[in-house]
């Protein structure tokens, strides 16, 4: 089970359904991201929570754009455990299991690109299974669009130094609290 | 979620309480409480009508961060509690959390127990193999090569245990086991183990990560049952048998009747009682 | 002569039917209008063993066994060897026993008695069916002036479901008794008194702990058998349902406290019941029930300890344990009923407590009372009923911790909307969200302790009678024995106080200061080896009087003559040196 083959597991039928799709990944990644973010907060991690805080920032800037794309169309009513990924994750927002109380900004723009490569693969994999012209040309906008941003966080990422060995060291043991 | 009104009226986000969570980040536990808020918002349930029961551990803090009521209660003693409060008010949704220590260690006559009367209830637990909350001791489900553990150092030498197999063997009525790091996929389960009447046991493989990093891997390791969920005992106990651990879904489906004594008065009032101590 | 007070023992074994014998005859006495009490003693074994009815019947309520016993029937001589230490004799007493009716030649211990012999094996061979305790019956009945009448209509009840032929053998049998025991030297008791109308039950100790519960508001029972608490689940078992309640049998004890609890948390007024051993194992989580301030209430029926001890006996040997075996510092209500028919206020009182005040309350009563039956005057109705501080509607945040004046926070009840928290063992801050900082966990413990050393309890704490200078302090089942002794003294001219305490934890310093106010010599008595009462006392109180201590260990209760004799003694001037144990 590799990070490129994320995929829907029903077909996606309509740009109404793609739509959805897309609106809910973004929700998520959001609301991920202001988890990570609170997470850091809680752990004195305060320069990667701030990092956290900007990336939840933008993707709703993407709801917004998905709003606006969305505007006219009747968007199907699915909750949000109803969105069945192969593999189970939302392929965007990036997976809460790869952080670290001690990750350093690099680590998490790293999270952020590996969601955002799956959410790549998502739509390219629309894109190639869809006999539906319309969603065809959404799949693939989508796909330029998410590309794009792996672009700039890229080009983001380069701000800050690669982690050197060690950078997970704590000279204290953990607590023990109960 | 779309441009009109959501007809959903609860969101998964109101079944958070707001209390930050204290796991440390990469914690399994943070996909098992986004979980279960997704399956409370898929049920529609009044958080003021459900209850989360937990005992101690790191998996026992998940009631203060939901909105329903909560117990967090002593150690061990998570399905006692809830079995009292689901049997004195059968209305509520009442929904069992905790780990692997906590639930199969201390808490495992009460878990033979509570599987075996079959109350109508859920119990959740974030299985990691490992006691975090005190420092990294080996759990019952531990394997017995894990040499990390400092009061076994050389691992412990024995079987671990088989939460599947020993519910399945005292009677719980709906079996599953998921990852923690498939979200919707475990809410979904949820939401069956909390529909579905009796007792339903949801083991959920959940990562340490400060003791047990190697635990991260489990997302690739853990793939869906091939089969279909049975509600033939001896069939799940045969899966079981070959079960290597990894298979995650619904295993059992049962029919087994639920213990809900009916609590309706059949006397007037307390003075009949007198009758039988008359002279 | 009529007596007024009359003592019999029946001793029997191997399925001899004595407690089966006891019962009726102590419900004949009640239908002559006698009062009485039963108590019972058994051997090891589940079957067969040997087995002693000790009765006591007056023609005035009676808590307490007497100084010794009048009659004894021994249906085999070798049976009342193994009670000898329980069945103390006078030379005036009388000894009914057959000669022929062990398996094996036995007989009687050296006893300072009369004695004299009754063929009731031999006898009941003469009846078709017939039984040595059917013989016995009939002797004593004769013996001790009951009617005839009441024991066949007694005996129909009972064999009812037998049949006719099984009541006409047994009536037979008994008949063949009356002829015998009209041989017999008599030991007359009360005379009768069918007249009055006041209205009396017969009920034990267990039975009314779980009618008070009942009557308290106790809607849900979950526990695990334990001797001799067992009857009081037995009772609940069949009665909750009747009021729409239900008892559970737990898989133990720590499952009993944790069930009750969760219940209790879920709104329902809740208890177990259970002895030592189980209290042990239920200190953790009755320490949970404080500090998260759900209401609880916990049953100990007391037998001689430590650890397993003498499970069919009783000692007031938990006190401690009570008091003291939560950790941390975590103060809760204990509570004793001095009676039987205590047995009903206590435990009702203790649910009311429980709840007003949200916190755990350990009613602490005994074998001795719990499993005698006896013949009472019906008990009092009190008002006191379960009655939790519910809030009725909810702001914006709702502090279920909030400290306050009372300590007492209104608590709310899943389902109500606005009023979720999560309940905790975990120190917590007034909104029931874990803290470890040290102001939280101060005002915490402040509160936990003021709302229960604050609150009115009234006059229930203690029950105080007389005046002078002389005080009897007790607890508990003592209370009985100690308040006929005084009773005793009274008749000669002496006043001396009772203080028998009921409310033990919290402290009532203001209250017991009023009711020592002018004793100079305080005896302390109590059935506990190691005097735990005492040093609660000590610790508890400023005890400025002298004081001396009467103890001793369970299994033998004391007789109100060994208190006589004690006061005696002290007021003969002999030093502590004396005391007796």
């Known amino acids: ?40 907060e809680m752990h004195h991690n305060y320069e990667v929570a701030d990092l956290f805080r900007k990336l939840a920032k933008i993707e709703g800037l993407h709801i917004e754009n998905v709003n606006q794309a969305s505007v006219g169309k009747q968007l199907p009513n699915l909750l949000a455990w109803q969105y069945e990924w192969e593999g189970g994750e939302s392929p965007e927002g990036g997976s809460m299991e790869e952080a670290h109380y001690l990750m350093q900004p690099w680590h998490a723009i790293e999270l952020a690109m590996h969601g955002e490569k799956r959410a790549v693969a998502f739509f390219r994999h629309v894109a190639e299974s869809t006999s539906d012209e319309k969603v065809l040309k959404m799949a693939l906008e989508l796909v330029a669009e998410e590309e794009e941003h792996v672009a700039l966080l890229q080009e983001w990422q380069e701000r800050f130094p690669r982690p050197a060995k060690g950078w997970d060291d704590d000279l204290d043991p953990p607590a023990i609290l109960e | 979620m779309t441009n009109e009104t959501a007809c959903v009226q609860l969101q998964p986000k109101e079944y958070k309480s707001g209390v930050k969570p204290v796991w440390c980040p990469g914690c399994g536990d943070f996909g098992v409480l986004g979980s279960i808020t997704k399956a409370l918002s898929g049920l529609q349930i009044q958080p003021e009508n459900a209850a989360v029961i937990s005992g101690i551990g790191c998996s026992s803090r998940m009631p203060t961060y939901l909105s329903t009521y909560g117990f967090h209660g002593v150690h061990g003693r998570a399905l006692a509690l809830a079995t009292g409060l689901k049997v004195a008010r059968p209305d509520l949704t009442v929904i069992a959390t905790g780990g692997d220590g906590d639930g199969f260690s201390i808490g495992g006559n009460h878990f033979l127990h509570t599987c075996r009367r079959n109350p109508d209830m859920t119990y959740i637990v974030m299985d990691n193999q490992v006691y975090g909350m005190t420092k990294g001791q080996a759990s019952p489900t531990t394997g017995p090569n894990w040499e990390k553990g400092k009061l076994t150092p050389g691992g412990t030498g024995i079987n671990p245990f088989q939460p599947l197999v020993i519910a399945l063997a005292s009677g719980a009525n709906f079996i599953a086991r998921t990852s ?38 489990w997302k690739h390791m853990l793939v869906p049952s091939p089969k279909e969920p049975t509600s033939d005992p001896a069939q799940a106990a045969r899966r079981l048998l070959r079960d290597h651990g990894l298979y995650t879904g619904i295993l059992y489906v049962g029919e087994r009747s639920v213990y809900q004594p009916k609590l309706e008065p059949g006397i007037s009032g307390i003075e009949e009682f007198e009758e039988e101590f008359r002279l | 002569m009529n007596r007024q007070n009359l003592s019999i023992a029946l001793t029997g074994s191997g399925g001899s039917g004595v407690m089966t014998t006891g019962n009726m005859l102590l419900e004949a006495a009640a239908q002559a209008g006698w009062y009485g009490v039963m108590g019972r003693s058994a051997g090891p074994q589940i079957r067969g063993g040997e087995a002693a009815a000790l009765l006591r019947v007056s023609s005035e309520p009676i808590e307490s066994p007497d100084d010794n016993f009048d009659l004894v029937l021994a249906i085999d001589p070798g049976s009342f060897g193994r009670f000898v230490a329980e069945i103390p004799l006078r030379t005036d007493s009388l000894i009914i026993s057959d ?5 094996r030649s036995s ?44 024991i066949y209509s007694i005996l129909e009840k009972l064999l009812k479901s037998k049949g006719a032929d099984a009541l006409e053998a047994s009536w037979a049998c008994v008949q063949a008794g009356f002829a015998a025991g009209a041989d017999l030297p008599k030991v007359t008791g009360p005379s009768t008194n069918t007249e009055s109308t006041q209205e009396r039950w017969s009920i034990t100790g267990n039975e009314a702990a779980g009618l008070g519960a009942v009557r308290g508001g106790i809607r849900f029972v979950a526990a695990y058998p334990i ?46 019941a259970t002895s030592g051993p189980g209290l042990a194992l239920m200190t953790e989580s009755i320490g949970l029930a404080v500090c998260s301030e759900v209401p609880a209430v916990v049953l100990d029926v007391m037998r001689c300890g430590p650890s397993t001890g003498i499970a069919t006996k009783s000692e007031q040997s ?70 939790r501080q519910v809030p009725e509607r909810f702001e914006e945040d709702y502090y279920r911790y909030a400290v306050g004046d009372s300590g007492v926070s209104p608590m709310s009840i899943p389902g109500q ?96 200061a009023a009711a020592l106010e002018g004793v100079k010599r305080l005896l302390v008595v109590e059935q506990s080896h190691s005097k735990q009462f005492h040093r609660y006392l000590r610790a508890a109180y400023d005890l400025q009087a002298e004081v001396r201590v009467l103890n001793r260990p369970g299994p033998l209760p004391f007789r109100p003559n060994e208190i006589i004799e004690q006061l005696n003694y002290w007021d003969e001037g002999n030093g502590n040196e004396g005391a007796m144990t």
Not at chain 2, 196 to 205: C, K, Y
Not at chain 3, 99 to 103: D, K, N, P, T, V
Not at chain 3, 123 to 144: C, D, E, F, H, S
Not at chain 3, 480 to 506: C, F, K, M, N, W
């Open chain 1, 1 to 40: 089970m590799t990070d490129s083959s994320i995929s829907p597991v029903r077909t996606i039928g309509s740009t109404e359904e793609l739509l959805a799709y897309s609106m809910a990944m973004e929700t998520e990644a959001v609301e991920r991201y202001n988890d990570l973010a609170d997470q850091m």
């Open chain 3, 107 to 150: 007989s009687l211990p050296e006893t300072p008695a009369r004695l004299v012999d009754l063929p009731m094996k031999k006898l009941a061979k003469t009846v078709k069916g017939g039984r040595p305790n059917m013989i016995a019956l009939g002797a004593v009945t004769k013996v001790i002036g009951l009617p005839e009448a009441s």
């Open chain 2, 180 to 217: 923690s790091s498939d979200s919707n996929g475990t809410a979904r389960v949820i939401m069956d183990a909390i529909n579905h009447p009796g007792f339903s046991l949801v083991q959920i493989l959940s990562p340490c990560v400060t003791f047990r990093p190697e635990q991260r891997d």
């Open chain 3, 99 to 103: 000669a022929e009716g062990g398996r």
């Open chain 3, 227 to 272: 001797t001799p608490a067992t009857e009081v689940l037995e009772w609940l078992a069949g009665s909750l349902p009747r009021v729409g309640g239900v008892l559970v049998q737990a898989e133990d004890e720590l499952a009993s406290i944790n069930q009750i609890i969760g219940a209790s948390f879920g709104g329902t007024p809740s208890l177990t």
């Open chain 3, 318 to 387: 938990d006190l401690s344990i009570a008091l003291n075996g939560l950790h941390g510092d975590a103060p809760h209500l204990v509570l004793a009923p001095t009676s039987v028919t205590d047995c009903v206020f206590t435990t009702q009182w203790a649910v009311h407590l429980a709840e007003s005040l949200q916190t755990a309350a350990i009613v602490l009563s005994d074998q001795s009372l719990g499993q005698t039956r006896a013949i009472v005057n019906r008990p009092a109705d009190i008002a006191f009923m379960a009655r």
């Open chain 3, 417 to 512: 909307a606005g009023g979720q928290y999560t309940a905790d063992g975990l120190e917590h801050n007034e909104a029931g969200a874990p803290s470890s900082l040290s102001e939280d966990h101060f005002a915490q413990l402040e509160k936990r302790e003021r709302k229960i050393n604050g609150f009115d309890y009234g006059e229930h704490w203690a029950d105080l009678e007389g005046s002078g200078e002389t005080a009897v302090i007790t607890w508990g089942s003592t209370s009985g024995p100690v308040r006929e002794a005084l009773s005793r003294l009274r008749e000669q001219g002496e006043d001396i106080r009772l203080i028998a305490i009921r409310l033990l934890a919290p402290e009532r310093p203001v209250e017991m």
